[in-house]
């Protein structure tokens, strides 16, 4: 699934948003630099909130294998499952996985409340 | 000695440290894959960790020289699966401490070697005798899986 679609079905599905996005730390950056940070910062968070679940989910589809790695391991650790997603599958077979997470996030009940005190980026 | 001229590999290839000839070594992997039996997503797997490694030569071996050798040879293994040697000419580091970074300690970069040992079954680091460095992996297929070509193509995107 392509960045654009996966961030449309996510937006869509959304009901709320929330993130700031700081200089360093930012999902919204082209830099995998500051993408990879916010992953760190939202995998330091004690429970991630609902746009960091939702952005987590938009690594899964990243180019870059670090990315997609730390992304799946943070959601992991949040929630105790994959979906079938692996880091290191070809494109094609994360798209499904990646169609999964969707699905879960866009059925979970809605925004969960952020517990981090963060800004959720 | 003549590297290129000694080796009994089934396929051997030599390219320079460009990171232009990253997609031509992954495309070559997978379709060997292919061919020796792995299905269309193992073999993207496997490309995927050797274009790991090559990145890993040319970042951290060579320094981001474009112009220096790398080697790779592939085998079929017995019993079905591959081999595949990667090596180098770049400077010489202790095996022992080639290991991925810790994986609490988020930053880009340095999960080359996480992500080869995960995908393949060997991952073998080791000193060459004259210079340079030498990776082994190995993937084997699943058991009960006749080697043979695998059927019909299928590109792995962006690995």
Redesign the interface.
């Known amino acids: 699934m392509r960045r654009e679609t996966l961030t449309m079905a996510l937006f869509t599905a959304a009901l709320s948003s929330g993130c700031g996005g700081g200089p360093k730390a930012s999902f919204d950056s082209p830099d995998?630099?500051e993408r990879?940070?916010a992953?760190?910062q939202a995998?330091r968070a004690t429970r991630l909130n609902d746009e960091q679940l939702r952005e987590l989910i938009e690594s899964l589809d990243s180019?870059?294998?670090?990315?997609r790695?730390?992304a799946i391991?943070t959601l992991e650790r949040e929630t105790g499952q994959t979906l079938g997603y692996r880091?290191?599958?070809?494109?094609?077979?994360r798209e499904a996985a990646v169609e999964q997470w969707v699905q879960w996030w866009s059925t979970r009940g809605g925004p969960v409340a952020d517990t981090t005190g963060g800004d959720g980026s | 000695m003549n590297r290129d001229a000694h080796t009994d590999a089934h396929v051997h290839m030599r390219l320079i440290s460009d990171p232009r000839y990253l997609s031509g070594a992954r495309e070559l992997v997978t379709a060997l894959a292919r061919r020796l039996g792995f299905d269309e997503t193992t073999g993207c797997q496997i490309a995927l960790a050797v274009d790991e490694a090559l990145a890993n030569v040319m970042r951290h071996g060579y320094e981001g020289a474009t112009d220096r050798p790398i080697w790779i040879d592939i085998w079929p293994l017995e019993g079905g699966g591959l081999r595949l040697m990667i090596e180098d000419e770049a400077r010489q580091v202790d095996p022992d401490k080639i290991k991925g970074r810790d994986l609490e300690d988020i930053k880009p970069g340095g999960l080359g070697v996480h992500i080869i040992r995960e995908v393949m079954d060997v991952a073998k680091f080791e000193r060459r005798p004259e210079k340079g460095m030498r990776l082994t992996l190995e993937k084997r297929l699943p058991e009960g899986k006749p080697a043979g070509a695998s059927a019909g193509e299928r590109a792995c995107g962006d690995v």
């Open positions: 995998p630099l990879t940070l992953i760190g995998a180019v870059d294998p670090a990315e790695l730390y391991r880091h290191y599958d070809p494109e094609y077979v």
